[in-house]
């Protein structure tokens, strides 16, 4: 079997990716080990991985058409975000009003969004293999052959990466990656909470680690939202070893009640945290997209918005490519990808990787610093509304897909 392309991951990064490549006189090949199938919505209960989706990224998914699919099955606006340090008294209000916007983002599930997202993978013409596995990867000629778990295999010019963190395309192509332990663990479950969340994201900085609440859309009358909480390896065995009863009412402490009690947590899920970053995101006729090419700590859920900025860059400038008649598997091609879009991961990672230093160190000097410098920017204006423009995902050099 022969294609143009192969996508090696159909999660959402790379289902976003085979969606803005259909129709375009590609040939594009979806490889995923899962069934591919779409599950049927019945409401109910939260996956517990969710994602705080960007302006930027609802444009893109809207561009696919896959975000009327979110919005019938369940997506929470928030316009508001309050962060505050526990151990001091510095705090920061964020609100998409100041500039003139209804919200900030959308809290979604990460089934949700992918379940979109095959919808209309299987409606269009693209070539969807399921059930199948990545085990040999290897150049042949100036192209690539993938051999399958089944035996298969299959030929292409160009494969893309887009198999997660644990990346098998990055793994048997022998790219080299920098990363490091955070020395943390995500727990993460969905809570019902005695108050109603507000449309607001809060998180707290905690002396174990950053506490994020994110608003979800309950049925009515109950006030749910999905929890990030960050602690040391040895907190989190302690307390995903709590019962039910007692893991609330230490969360309800941790988070200061600010929705009141914490009355019911879903089954919980920890998750080591752990940065990587590829050194190169492409090489001839290679190119890796989203966790396969970097990824970096939850304290502000921009991890999938920066997958979907991946996808829209790389989706125009193999287009543009194809429309002059240049391979797609050089690497000046793909190239031009990685010069757009590693300058602004590499500057979130160091963002996210700051903030989890200076709000994790107990030195009197930069918990002063924290304090004064949440303080400082809460009344600047200017200030805030820049912070909520990049959150957004509407600063900076913005493919196509992601305009207004």
Known sequence: MQADLIIVGAGMVGSALALALQNKGLDVLLLDGSSLEVSPFQGGGFEPRVSALSMA???????LGAWQGIEARRACPYSEMQVWDGSGTGQIHFSASSVHADALGHIVENRVVQDALLERLHESSIGLLANSRLEHLRHSGDGWLLTLNDGRELRTKLVIAADGANSAVRRLAGCETREWDYLHHAIVTSVRCDKPHQATAWQRFTDHGPLAFLPLQGAAGEHWCSIVWSVTPEESERLMALDDSA???????????????????????????????????VEPGLALIGDAAHTIHPLAGQGVNLG?????????????????????????????????????????????????????????????????????????????????????????????????
Not at 57 to 63: H, K, T, V
Not at 349 to 356: L, R, T
């Open 247 to 281: 893991f609330c009412a230490e969360l309800s402490e941790a988070f200061e009640y600010r929705l009141g009690d914490v009355q019911h947590a879903d089954a919980r899920l920890c998750i080591p945290l752990r940065q990587r970053h590829a050194k190169r995101y």
């Open 57 to 63: 990224s609802q444009r893109i998914l809207e561009r």
């Open 308 to 404: 979907f900025l991946d996808v829209a860059v790389l989706a125009e400038v193999l287009l543009h490519a194809a429309e002059r008649g240049e391979a797609l598997n050089d690497v000046k091609v793909l190239s031009r990808f990685e010069r757009r879009r590693m300058p602004h991961n590499l500057a979130m990672m160091a963002a996210m990787e700051g903030f989890e230093r200076l709000f994790q160190s107990d030195q009197l000097p930069l918990r002063w610093l924290r304090n004064t410098g949440l303080k400082w920017v809460d009344e600047m204006p200017q200030a805030k509304a820049m912070f909520v423009r990049q959150a957004l995902g509407l600063s900076g050099d913005l493919p196509d897909l992601a305009r207004a």
